[in-house]
């Protein structure tokens, strides 16, 4: 879309949800619009305000404007990274995209892997800051923005960042009974905000506590039934659509579901990598994908809890690094050396029930001193960084003998340490690294499915008015989002409101012993991974051998493995034959509003 005069365009992507509110004023100033389009409004915020037309934007997006006056380009992010945005400079050519594989379509520009990045890829599964696990190919940082000025002696782009998060709680903060009234009230005008559509809506429903209470809030304000989708599978200790099924019973609200089993799950990797452009760092993608799919039979914009843990200390993790980080040093400090590396060395000897070493090694009386090692290896690496001279090839491990897996994410991190505002700090590195990349695989996997995705708690409103509680309000009595449950007490069941998080949990470990074993093995062992000469077959071998055996470390590190070879395959290699295989069926089940019942069908892919 244009100005008036045609001299300034833009291209976008995403949803601005004070538009309306941004108009009049506008218009007052002397800007005539030719449609009622979100979009338009932000070319004329950047007529009358330049650079600083994106603090006035509430929404998601990621945009490009092209100012034939002023010969520069200007661009940016949302503030939270709902949207993405990718861009590479090739020659004297600067492109940009919301996929990294449109990139790929320059004549000039091969996909080539980013080698530098494989110590942090492989620790996380993701990287934290600029670089993309391609080379030469980046993506603009949540809350940043670029501009190009052509006029400039040597044009580049020039990065700046337009947001950030302030944690630090106020000296003086309200009262809780304040607090959850002022919560309530933002929730409620932010989740109507987000249900501005032409299209019919729905909403993605786990069961668990904050797309419980979208979905409640959501049901308030509509005057039919909505209509809420949820995915499980058979395996009844890793779904949660029991949950589902009461909380959409407990508003009125038309329930779907989607079963999803190993064979259709293993079919359907390579696609979602092909629409990830990465490797898949979750198996919890795979189920969002299916959920969009049976979503897009309905509607075509979709709202997601997505955000609520990370605002309120919803994981685990928190209360565990909390509790290793206060726990650790006295530890340290009264129980002697030898009687310390004892436990350690009994914990490493895979004897015992893998169940209570998993949850043994998540204390400190497992992990080192250093905060890498109790809060970044402890939940997120499936390849420690000393893990990884094992694991990469003996020449590779030279090559990248100075790179840091860590130094990206620790760029969020107090550079003196964790102090009073510990849990604040905590969710600030989490919302600056790990919520980028699962915002990332919301927006893939729903735009695979040709459906919008939309996530209020990350209405930048409200994730600023969660970053300035104080932790009691998010952490007490060893569980997390003390205040949401508090705020949503009246509107949903006392199950869902008192239930612990579970994380959509995949039956991953056992399909992969069992079921998708000989395929899993098949892929890392047939000569293809070894000959790109980047980990050690043998040890590869080692993997496969401890997760058969029941080592959930060893499970971890052999998903990571199978999603890169799949990855390099498909886009390294060219490969288009890994993607030609797809699922077989799918099982739905439909019920009406708060009848409880429902029936399975299933149609075909």
């Keep these: 879309m244009c100005n008036e005069d045609r001299s300034v365009w833009i291209v976008f992507n995403g949803e601005i949800y004070n538009h309306a509110e941004l108009r009049p004023r506008l218009e007052k100033l002397g800007h005539r619009f030719a449609s009622n389009s979100d979009t338009e409004t932000i070319v004329h915020l950047y007529e009358e305000y330049g650079n600083d037309c994106v603090s006035h934007l509430r929404g998601m997006f990621a945009f490009a404007i092209w100012d034939a006056r002023r010969n520069r380009l200007f661009c940016a992010r949302d503030r939270l990274g709902i949207k993405p945005f990718y861009f590479a400079m090739t020659s004297e050519r600067f492109a940009f995209a919301s996929e990294i594989k449109a990139l790929f379509e320059l004549r000039d520009f091969k996909a080539s892997l980013n080698r530098r990045a494989l110590p942090e890829f492989f620790t996380f599964g993701y990287l934290a800051a600029q670089e993309t696990l391609y080379q030469n190919v980046h993506k603009l940082l949540p809350g940043n923005r670029l501009c190009i000025d052509l006029t400039a002696e040597n044009p580049q782009p020039q990065v700046t960042e337009y947001w ?15 607090c959850i009234s002022q919560f309530r009230e933002l929730f409620t005008e932010t989740v109507r905000s987000h249900l501005m559509s032409d299209v019919p809506l729905g909403v993605f429903l786990s069961g668990g506590l904050d797309s419980s209470a979208i979905a409640a809030v959501m049901a308030s304000l509509k005057k039919e039934p909505i209509q809420t989708f949820s995915v499980g599978y058979a395996e009844n200790q890793y779904s949660e659509l029991p949950y589902g099924r009461a909380v959409a019973k407990h508003i009125g609200a038309e329930y779907n579901e989607v079963i999803l089993g190993p064979e259709d799950f293993f079919a359907t990797l390579p696609r979602l990598i092909w629409h990830e452009d990465e490797p898949l760092v979750w198996p919890s993608s795979v189920a969002l994908f299916f959920v969009s799919r049976l979503a897009s039979e309905k509607v075509k914009v979709v709202l997601t809890g997505e ?8 994981y685990l993790k928190y209360r565990v ?3 290793n980080l206060r726990g650790g040093p006295l530890y340290r400090a009264i129980v002697p050396q030898f009687v310390r590396q004892t436990v350690r060395k009994a914990l490493s000897s895979e004897v015992g029930p893998d169940w209570m070493l998993r949850k043994l090694r998540h204390s400190f009386l497992y992990d080192p001193e250093s905060f890498e090692q109790v809060y970044f290896d402890n939940f997120y690496a499936a390849f420690p960084q000393q893990q990884q001279p094992q694991l990469f090839d003996n020449a590779l491990n030279d090559e990248l003998c100075d790179v840091n897996a860590y130094a990206n994410s620790m760029q969020y991190f107090p550079a003196s340490g964790l102090n009073g505002n510990a849990l604040n700090d905590l969710l600030y590195l989490d919302i600056k690294t790990y919520l980028v990349e699962l915002l990332m695989k919301q927006d893939q996997m729903s735009m695979a499915a040709s459906i919008e995705s939309r996530v209020p708690f990350l209405d930048h409103k409200v994730v600023e008015f969660a970053a300035g509680l104080p932790a009691r309000y998010k952490l007490r009595f060893s569980s997390g989002k003390y205040l949401l449950r508090k705020a949503m007490t009246r509107d949903l069941p006392p199950e869902v409101l008192k239930r612990n998080k579970k994380g959509f949990p995949t039956p991953i470990r056992p399909w992969l012993r069992n079921q998708l074993f000989e395929k899993l093995k098949v892929i890392l062992t047939d000569g293809r991974l070894a000959e790109r000469r980047l980990v050690k077959p043998g040890y590869v071998e080692y993997l496969l051998n401890a997760h058969r055996q029941g080592s959930s470390s060893a499970t971890e ?6 999603n890169f070879e799949l ?21 739905f089940a439909f019920c009406g509003p708060g009848s409880g019942k429902y029936s399975e069908v299933v149609l075909p892919s």
């Design 164 to 178: 950030d998060l302030n944690n630090v709680p106020p000296e003086n903060p309200l009262g809780e009974a304040q």
């Design 307 to 314: 955000g609520g843990d990370e605002l309120f200390a919803g």
């Design 321 to 323: 690094a909390l509790w």
């Design 557 to 562: 590190g052999c998903w990571r493995l199978l």
């Design 567 to 587: 990855w390099c395959r498909i886009f390294l290699d060219r490969d288009d034959t890994v993607r030609s295989s797809q699922p077989t069926r799918e099982h």
